[in-house]
């Protein structure tokens, strides 16, 4: 068996070069963050079950449980100058919004994996209306 010249651009070369470029982010499943946001996540009673901001406790806060229909998002958790970003997103989940000057009444969620924060935002930007 001959073996390839040196130097030779390997077939493989463009996929690792396509995974390198590739962001970072988690790509969620939105039907996968449907089931936690319902189920153990109970993110409905305040966010609406649609998301909009319309839970049964929502009154109970000010500023009010975001509205995903609407995406207006405001907190900068990784400080990079832009609100509501993946990681802002999953931030503010896993740590509370009172963290980043938040209301409180959004509690920090530590029992999520990182699986089910990604899924969790996933499904929050598909309910974008
Ligand atoms: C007890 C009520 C309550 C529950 C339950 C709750 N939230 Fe919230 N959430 C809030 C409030 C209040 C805010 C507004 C915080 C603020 O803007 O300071 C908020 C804000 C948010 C934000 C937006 C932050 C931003 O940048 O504007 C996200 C994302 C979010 N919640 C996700 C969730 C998810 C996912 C769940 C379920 C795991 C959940 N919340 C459960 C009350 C709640």
């Known amino acids: 068996m ?61 500023p009010r449980p975001a509205n995903f229909a609407t995406a207006e998002f405001r907190i900068d958790a990784d400080g990079n100058g832009q609100a509501g970003d993946d990681a802002d997103i999953a931030n503010v989940i896993k740590h509370g919004a009172a963290k980043y000057g938040g209301n409180a009444g959004m509690a920090a969620r530590g029992d999520f994996s990182d699986a089910e924060l990604g899924n969790l935002v996933a499904y929050i930007r598909s309910l974008k209306q």
Not at 9 to 35: E, R, S
Not at 36 to 43: H, L, S
């Open 2 to 62: 001959k073996l390839a010249k040196p130097g030779l651009l390997k077939p493989w070369l463009p996929v690792v070069a396509i995974l390198l470029m590739a962001p970072p982010v988690m790509a969620g499943d939105a039907a996968a963050g449907k089931q936690v946001y319902d189920g153990k996540g109970a993110c409905a009673g305040c966010h609406g079950a649609g998301g909009a901001g319309d839970g049964a406790a929502a009154v109970a806060f000010n």
